[in-house]
């Protein structure tokens, strides 16, 4: 069953707005971006199965574990504010759920390749961070609380030169659920998901469930947010709309616009923007170091 997403009118029936626009610049431009860029999420609940999780996992990690490969790969980190509760996602495998979500959707639309993620002994690895601002604090920044995590996750160690770092920010914005950097006019290493979101004129961000089995809301929201940090959709694709998005179709992985976003999503919806699109000289997840056959931890 598809959830819908629309843009935040009026009388707002959506949620969980997305956009890279913490992250570009900042200004009057960057308002108007914004502000065109929100995207809402309308959410039917009680269609989700979740799993337990198993009884195996990693212990908390501080730090990011030795690295089973050098080449560039996605990196999930558990961040919360200094005053945050801990909601121990780093630990019992709901991380680990909604990046195998998003993993294995992709994997099916590209028919065999998905992202390289960090892995240690064979599991998923996923460091725990602790901001020393509050969870106000950090919202304070809005719309540029990625920024902040950026800025505090670098100056703590997270700032491996072939790493996408994939934030799930147990805290909240006043601005959106989520916000990806955009290379290269937009350069970071962060993608994170605000799971305690709270956009104007939508329900809240925790309305949807992290890990959801099928992947849900937060699973797409991360790879939109991985795919903005990556430098997609780039200006020189033909449908490329309000700086990192899709025009052609509302049920693309990267649409912005006004018409409602459908989920589940499709990578590149007629080929001819950011996937095997083969223009020239243009960015194309097909030739990208982060694809892999063997995406997957083993266990
Ligand atoms: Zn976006």
Redesign the pocket.
Same mark, same amino acid.
């Given at each position: 069953m598809n959830r819908t997403f629309t843009m935040n009118r009026p009388i707002a029936t959506g949620r969980g707005r997305?956009?890279?626009s913490d992250a570009l610049g900042r200004g009057r431009q960057a308002r108007e971006a914004r502000i065109t860029?929100a995207?809402c999420a309308a959410v039917v609940l009680g269609i989700l199965l979740v799993t337990p999780a198993p009884a195996q996992a990693l212990p908390r990690s501080l730090i990011d574990r030795p690295d089973t490969s050098k080449k560039p790969q996605i990196h999930a980190i558990y961040v919360l504010p200094s005053d945050g509760l801990d909601r121990r996602f780093d630990t019992d495998r709901t991380i680990q759920r909604s990046v195998r979500g998003f993993l294995s959707w992709l994997s099916k639309e590209t028919g065999k390749k998905s992202l390289r993620v960090d892995t240690f002994r064979g599991s998923l690895d996923v460091s725990f961070h602790r901001l020393s601002s509050t969870d106000a604090e950090v919202a304070s920044s809005d719309p540029f609380v990625r920024d902040a995590l950026e800025a505090a996750l670098k100056a703590a160690g997270f700032n491996a030169p072939h790493k996408i770092y994939a934030v799930y920010y147990d805290g909240h914005s006043t601005f959106s659920c989520g916000g990806?950097a955009w290379p290269p006019e937009l350069p970071g290493n962060v993608a994170a998901l605000y799971l305690l979101g709270e956009p104007p004129g939508a329900p809240p961000c925790s309305t949807s469930i992290l890990g959801a089995r099928p992947p849900g809301y937060f699973e797409f929201a991360m790879i !939109?947010?991985i795919m !903005?940090t990556m430098g997609f959709v780039p200006t020189c694709a033909p449908h490329q709309t309000l700086r990192? !998005?899709v025009s052609d179709s509302p049920r693309d992985l990267?649409w912005?616009g006004d018409a409602a976003w459908e989920l589940p999503p499709v990578l590149d919806l007629g080929r001819d923007d950011y996937y095997k699109a083969r223009l020239p000289g243009c960015l194309d997840l097909a030739g990208s170091k982060f694809l892999t056959r063997k995406y997957w931890p083993r266990r």
């Open positions: 997305l956009s890279t860029r995207i990806g !939109h947010e !903005h990192g !998005h990267m912005a």
